[in-house]
């Protein structure tokens, strides 16, 4: 129990992993995208108590909103006794920064809002330019909204690279890339990505993708690992199903005691993608970094786990499209040609 009254779990106990470039990084953080639905200052007292409870790794985000209120509980934590080394902060690149001018300053202003001298990640969120306002509806276009175009993304890739260079940024990263966009970056990077941010969950589960990225030591951050139960209604579809609710999920949970969310993110972490899962619940929070230091699902449960894929994607991107009569699978190249 720490002295706010919160149970703990030692950090110590949690397990990390090494990511190419020898930074190590906590096996589970907490998402703080509050899905238009949860204000900063909740987010921001969530940041709080689960940095008390023990988690290290906070998945931020400029358009998430909150960055400068989470930087405010960061100080107070700081100023309550935490190290900053003892901290693994991540922030991402919002597609209306995508400008080669607009890069480093949209960079300072997240270092700035959540109060830091450096980032332990940076990541470009998403491989388009296209910006929507907050919460708009999925047919929702950028005026100038363009599809993926490489020369771009390296300009923006060249300046996340010179941060690195001047020891403002510990790791980059890419997030909601396909095989074919990074077999370019690799290509063409002179720091290659230590991670891609993307969407895993038991009925995502994106295969080919994790072994690409196995096979390239590019390390996979698994997101909406608890299938986003509390998504925008925007991001919903007729087809989407619901993954703690699954059976299999549910039979394991009951075995071991837990609740089916625990399983999804004992199964993340044992299958080596790191999950960051979001909550404002104290409950949640405690459960979700528990299952880090659970007990091994067994090869059985695992397999069992495997065989309930669906490739069902959630956050399908709609609003990222460029151009009319488009459907969302434009924009994941699933044959391996990037659409232009
Ligand atoms: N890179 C990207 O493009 C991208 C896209 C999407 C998300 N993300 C990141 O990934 C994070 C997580 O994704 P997400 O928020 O979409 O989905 P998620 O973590 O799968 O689900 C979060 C939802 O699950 C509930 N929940 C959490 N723990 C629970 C538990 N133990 N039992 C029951 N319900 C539980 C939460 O409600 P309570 O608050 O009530 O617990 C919340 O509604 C985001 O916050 C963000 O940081 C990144």
């Given at each position: 129990m720490s002295a706010a009254g919160l149970e703990r779990v030692d950090p110590a106990l949690v397990p990390s992993v090494l990511l190419a470039n020898g930074a190590s990084i906590p096996a589970i953080g907490m998402g703080?995208?509050?899905?238009?639905?949860?204000?900063a200052d909740t987010v921001a007292a969530a940041v709080k108590d689960a940095a008390i409870m023990g988690y290290r790794h906070f998945d931020c985000a400029a358009?998430?909103?909150n960055e400068a209120h989470i930087g405010k509980a960061l100080k107070g934590l700081m100023e309550g006794?935490?190290?900053?080394?003892?901290l693994f902060i991540t922030s991402k690149l919002w597609?209306?920064?995508?400008?080669e001018g607009d890069v480093v300053p949209a960079f300072e202003a997240s270092l700035q809002a959540l109060g830091?001298?450096?980032?332990d990640l940076y990541l470009?969120?998403?491989?388009?330019?296209n910006h929507h306002a907050p919460g708009?509806?999925?047919?929702a276009r950028a005026g100038n909204a363009q599809p993926y175009l490489h020369e771009a993304y390296m300009k923006i890739w060249r300046k996340l690279e010179s941060l690195v260079d001047a020891g403002l940024i510990r790791s980059i990263g890419t997030s909601n890339m396909s095989m074919a966009k990074l077999e370019l970056l690799l290509r063409d990077a002179r720091i290659k990505p230590a991670v891609n941010e993307m969407e895993l969950h038991p009925h995502f589960q994106q295969p080919e993708l994790c072994a690409y990225l196995r096979a390239h030591s590019i390390q996979p951050i698994a997101y909406?690992?608890?299938?986003?139960?509390?998504?925008?209604?925007?991001?919903?579809?007729?087809e989407d199903s619901v993954d703690i609710e699954d059976p299999v999920i549910k039979a394991i949970a009951g075995r071991r005691g837990e609740h089916p969310a625990a399983v999804c993110l004992r199964w993340a972490i044992q299958r080596g993608q790191l999950p960051i899962p979001f909550s404002v619940s104290g409950r949640n929070l405690l459960s979700n970094l528990k299952a880090a230091v659970s007990a091994s699902l067994s090869p059985e449960d695992m397999a069992a786990i495997e065989g309930i894929d669906r490739g069902c994607r959630l956050i399908k991107g709609q609003v990222f499209l460029w151009k009319e009569g488009q459907s969302w699978e434009d924009l994941w190249d699933m044959d391996g040609i990037i659409r232009s």
């Amino acid at each position: 129990m720490s002295a706010a009254g919160l149970e703990r779990v030692d950090p110590a106990l949690v397990p990390s992993v090494l990511l190419a470039n020898g930074a190590s990084i906590p096996a589970i953080g907490m998402g703080t995208f509050g899905s238009d639905s949860v204000s900063a200052d909740t987010v921001a007292a969530a940041v709080k108590d689960a940095a008390i409870m023990g988690y290290r790794h906070f998945d931020c985000a400029a358009v998430y909103g909150n960055e400068a209120h989470i930087g405010k509980a960061l100080k107070g934590l700081m100023e309550g006794g935490l190290k900053r080394d003892e901290l693994f902060i991540t922030s991402k690149l919002w597609n209306d920064k995508h400008d080669e001018g607009d890069v480093v300053p949209a960079f300072e202003a997240s270092l700035q809002a959540l109060g830091l001298d450096y980032l332990d990640l940076y990541l470009i969120h998403w491989p388009f330019p296209n910006h929507h306002a907050p919460g708009v509806d999925v047919s929702a276009r950028a005026g100038n909204a363009q599809p993926y175009l490489h020369e771009a993304y390296m300009k923006i890739w060249r300046k996340l690279e010179s941060l690195v260079d001047a020891g403002l940024i510990r790791s980059i990263g890419t997030s909601n890339m396909s095989m074919a966009k990074l077999e370019l970056l690799l290509r063409d990077a002179r720091i290659k990505p230590a991670v891609n941010e993307m969407e895993l969950h038991p009925h995502f589960q994106q295969p080919e993708l994790c072994a690409y990225l196995r096979a390239h030591s590019i390390q996979p951050i698994a997101y909406s690992p608890l299938g986003s139960p509390g998504r925008p209604e925007r991001d919903r579809t007729p087809e989407d199903s619901v993954d703690i609710e699954d059976p299999v999920i549910k039979a394991i949970a009951g075995r071991r005691g837990e609740h089916p969310a625990a399983v999804c993110l004992r199964w993340a972490i044992q299958r080596g993608q790191l999950p960051i899962p979001f909550s404002v619940s104290g409950r949640n929070l405690l459960s979700n970094l528990k299952a880090a230091v659970s007990a091994s699902l067994s090869p059985e449960d695992m397999a069992a786990i495997e065989g309930i894929d669906r490739g069902c994607r959630l956050i399908k991107g709609q609003v990222f499209l460029w151009k009319e009569g488009q459907s969302w699978e434009d924009l994941w190249d699933m044959d391996g040609i990037i659409r232009s």
